[in-house]
């Protein structure tokens, strides 16, 4: 700590603040994928041309050991590079400019400093790279949030024979850490996280496995037919730039519409497996991941409210910028800006793409069937791989630096106005009078309800 004199003040932080505090500000998941977040940037270094490749990570790899005994990820992405080093240990990054040239999510210097501060009650960190190799360790002396001391020990040696990259060993957990680890469902947990966080880095090569588990990548897919003059299921995709940042936005179906007795289903018990929602990523990282919310427009600007009867909708926001700076990320490179300025353009194109959508629902409700013909016309394409609309056939934004498609979308061939009614009864009553009603107690709700109201109908037409 600082020396004070009778006319300062010590304005330094506390070794208590980000052993014990600082920690709480991030799940343990995430604080496991920020780690894997620094193999992939570790990975980026290592090949300045990596932008021009279509698989650029391929024979890149980081491998995690999860177990109640220890904590273990290393990886082949380069190593740490000496004038990396200080600042790679350092609490917060006094540099932030220095990855300036790499389109990568860490602005703020902490992530792998947190992640062992959060599950270890020691670690070592062995870095191996071109121009030399070294070993640090955290001792349990040094992670009493009590102790001011603040250097860590190096030890440095020539480069060794052998794979160039990054190995953190955690061989002594914290106690609820160990529990945690022992639990299958975190561990199926964290690799579907990494599946979707890193999916769209894992397809363009970088691997990851878990416990010696290779994992594959999660990425969404739209019905999408090729851009013709015919009416069919298209994507509405946007990409414009603002402020340095390139933007895209696309929204689409991944599915055929939902039908009314799926929507009776979900109301019962909400699913959270699909892919519905909008998912918002930031240089290939998936940072939220199917938002239903206001958040990215649902139930704003004339937008409706999410329900279950847009399940078939989802969409990306892609932001892409060599300066981290720019995106509208938080520290835990999972959490959202949704105030920043970059994010407000975005977020005008998503609830554009969600009343394309949302509208043709609503003009097939009650005939989904009739819809879901045309979805047997339409090719599933990947949203990043292989659907650019608006590159290809999109206008020009009006008053910025974009071009966005809005497809037109078909139209039902009987264009009577209708309404769903939807309501909630209990089990037994509804049992009651389809036994009444068909001399059948096993009725689907819908066919009830729906019989109920055509008998009334015929009554009101009287």
């Avoid at 070794?15 to 600082?22: A, G, Q, Y």
Wanted: proline share 5%; aromatic share 10%; glycine share 8%.
């Amino acid at each position: 700590m600082s020396e004070v004199t009778p006319d300062t003040l010590f304005g330094g932080p506390t070794k208590r603040f980000f052993v014990s505090m600082l920690t709480r500000d991030i799940e343990l998941a995430d604080a496991i994928l920020d780690l894997v977040d620094n193999c992939i940037d570790g990975a980026m270094r290592s090949q300045p041309d990596f932008a021009d490749k279509e698989t650029p990570f391929k024979g890149f790899k980081a491998s995690l050991t999860v177990t109640p005994e220890k904590f273990e990820i290393s990886d082949n992405c380069g190593g740490i590079p000496a004038d990396y080093i200080e600042e790679a240990f350092q609490l917060g990054r006094p540099n932030i400019k220095k990855d300036g040239d790499l389109p990568t999510v860490g602005m703020y210097g902490i992530g792998m400093k947190r992640a062992i501060f959060k599950m270890g009650k020691n670690a070592t960190v062995y870095s191996n790279a071109k121009d030399g190799a070294f070993s640090v360790n955290y001792s349990s002396g040094w992670l009493d949030p009590e102790n001011t001391e603040w250097d860590l020990p190096i030890s440095r040696s020539e480069r060794e024979e052998g794979v160039e990259g990054v190995q953190i060993q955690i061989p002594e957990l914290k106690e609820q850490i160990s529990k945690t680890f022992g639990n299958d469902s975190f561990i199926n947990s964290l690799m579907a996280d990494i599946q979707d966080h890193f999916g769209y880095l894992m397809q363009k090569g970088f691997a990851v496995s878990v416990n010696g588990i290779d994992l594959v990548p999660k990425t969404l897919v739209l019905h999408s037919a090729a851009h013709s003059a015919q009416n069919e299921i298209r994507s509405f995709d946007y990409t414009g730039n603002h402020d340095g940042v390139d933007i895209r936005v696309t929204v689409g179906f991944f599915r055929a519409l939902v039908q009314e007795t799926e929507i009776d289903k979900e109301t019962k018990a909400p699913s959270e497996s699909e892919a519905a929602g909008i998912s918002v990523i930031c240089n290939d990282r998936v940072i939220l991941l199917g938002d239903r919310t206001m958040k990215t427009g649902w139930g704003d600007a004339g937008v409706p409210r999410y329900h279950p009867q847009f399940r078939a909708i989802a969409g990306l926001i892609e932001f892409r910028s060599n300066d981290a700076e720019k995106l509208p990320i938080s520290t835990t490179k999972r959490g959202l800006d949704a105030g920043s300025d970059v994010y407000f353009v975005a977020r005008k194109a998503v609830t554009e793409g969600l009343k394309t959508f949302t509208s043709f629902t609503n003009r097939f409700k009650g005939i989904e069937e009739e819809a879901n013909q045309f979805f047997e016309k339409a090719t599933r394409s990947d949203v990043k791989k292989e659907i650019s609309l608006a590159e290809e056939h999109g206008v020009p934004v009006r008053g910025a630096v974009a071009k966005k498609y809005v497809p037109v979308l078909p139209e039902p061939t009987n264009k009577t106005i209708r309404n769903r009614i939807s309501f909630v009864k209990a089990e037994d009553e509804v049992k009651a009078v389809s036994e009444y009603l068909f001399n059948d107690s096993s009725q689907k709700p819908a066919i009830v309800g729906a019989e109920c109201f055509d008998r009334f109908l015929k009554e009101a037409k009287k």
